[in-house]
């Protein structure tokens, strides 16, 4: 039978509209997804690929293969091994790194604020001089100090999360070495339980250089203070295990760390010369109020003396002292039970220039072509040093002869040198305890 052409035109349309159809549907709905490049033969049940088991039906087709796969292991493989060589690169950089260390402080005594605010220049909290706490942190070459000082500082109250300790004491008198005992005696607790490993001792020593009593606790005589930072000029420096450490100035009283302004430096000061103080009966203080009177010298210097020592400031007391050292031009420094004095260091603190009484006082500290203040000899301290107030007429004549302009250039550079003292004051407290704690220990 024939078909007629029409019915033949028309079934050859429809048969390719939905071949068109099912083409479309394969490409745009279809979720089976065939590599345009090449198929590769699944694996079932660990079979060797292209095989097929027991006459059963060819595996199916469906898993894409990525021609660049061997390209792309052998980037990530070398990417792994840069990781790595990076890796063990900054391992070897950490490992080289110097190494920090943390010291605490404990200020038990006044001479603890002259090293942590004057020498470390650390920042105290809560700024109240007169608060029961206070505390700070800073950092100096490779150590990190944190510093606490306060009457709320007590023994077993003292948050301790590092083994080095450097322990600021006060053994000037009796009393004062009696307490100062007790806090070594708790230290050398903590270092038997192994709570703390290091030990340094900052002390005022006595005025006449008899520190016998903390002998038994330095590491050469058994002990376990291993540093020990003393004040006067003692015969037991040797610049291994026991430093000289300046006096510095009375924290005690309230005296503050001074800034230097131009004010300070430039100012036109009225006065060539000032001493407040208590003067003693047949002492060198009362030699130079004579010498002040006789030579008439009393209306040029400012002056003020007593009768009785006051271990206290009033408000207007250190105004008034603090007013006498910012106006004149030099400060008369008589020795006392040892030479080395608070008014040397405050002097130094407004520029005047410390007129110096060098010579020994009585007792067993160290005599000799530096002896006394060799500390501040060695440093090249910028003072007039004398051994009688006889000369202090003559010096006080040349004072008169200079104008502003040297005047202003001395007491810069006293000011300077002040500021370097207390810089090199610092960096060798830091490098003594690093040098010898940290790497001997």
């Known amino acids: ?3 007629p052409k029409r019915k033949l035109f028309l079934l050859i349309i429809f048969a390719y509209v939905a071949f068109s159809l099912y083409a479309a549907y394969n490409v745009f709905f279809s979720s089976k997804v065939i590599s345009r490049v090449h198929r590769v033969v699944k694996k079932e049940n660990g079979e060797p690929a292209g095989g097929v088991r027991d006459g059963g039906a060819a595996p199916f087709l469906n898993d894409e293969w990525n021609p660049w796969e061997d390209e792309q292991v052998e980037y990530n493989s070398a990417l792994n091994r840069r990781r790595d060589v990076f890796k063990k690169h900054l391992a070897q950089i950490d490992v080289n790194k110097p190494k920090r260390h943390k010291v605490q402080i404990w200020g038990k005594a006044a001479i603890g604020l002259y090293l942590w605010e004057h020498i470390l220049e650390g920042p105290l909290n809560p700024t109240d001089k007169v608060a029961q706490w206070r505390e700070g942190e800073l950092q100096s070459g490779m150590i990190d100090f944190s510093f606490y000082t306060g009457p709320a500082v007590v023994q077993g109250h003292v948050p301790m999360d590092m083994n080095s300790l450097v322990l600021v004491l006060n053994g000037r008198e009796q009393q004062k070495v009696s307490y ?11 270092v038997q339980s192994h709570t703390i490993s290091h030990v340094a001792v900052v002390l005022l020593g006595n005025e006449r250089c008899n520190n016998d009593w903390i002998g038994p606790y330095l590491k050469r005589n058994g002990g376990f203070v291993e540093l020990l930072f003393l004040v006067y000029d003692s015969p037991w420096v040797n610049d291994k295990d026991v430093f000289q450490w300046p006096l510095g100035v009375a924290t005690y009283r309230q005296f503050p760390m001074i800034r230097p302004n131009a004010q300070l430096i430039t100012s036109s000061r009225p006065y060539l010369c000032n001493f407040l103080g208590t003067v003693y009966k047949n002492s060198s203080r009362e030699h130079l109020m004579q010498v002040l009177k006789q030579s008439g010298l009393e209306t040029e210097c400012i002056t003020g003396a007593r009768e009785r020592w006051l271990p206290q400031e009033t408000t207007d007391s250190l105004k008034q002292y603090q007013t006498a050292l910012a106006q004149s031009e030099l400060t008369l420094c008589p020795v006392g039970i040892n030479t080395e004095c608070y008014r040397i260091y405050e ?11 060098d010579v020994l006082t009585p007792g067993t500290c160290a005599a000799g072509p530096s002896s006394p203040l060799r500390l ?16 202090l007429p003559a010096i006080l004549a ?3 002869g200079m104008n502003q302009e040297q005047r202003v250039d001395r007491r810069r550079r006293l000011l300077e040198w002040y500021a370097s003292f207390r810089q090199q ?3 060798r407290f830091t490098e003594v305890i690093e040098e010898t704690i940290f790497k001997s220990g």
């Open 1 to 3: 039978m024939k078909i």
């Open 180 to 190: 100062a005992t007790r806090w070594l005696e708790h230290v050398q607790s903590m």
């Open 347 to 357: 002097a130094c603190s407004y520029g005047s220039v410390p007129v110096v009484e």
């Open 376 to 391: 501040l000899k060695a440093a090249g301290a910028p003072f007039i040093f004398i051994s009688n107030w006889k000369e």
């Open 398 to 400: 040349r004072e008169r």
């Open 425 to 427: 004051m610092k960096e």
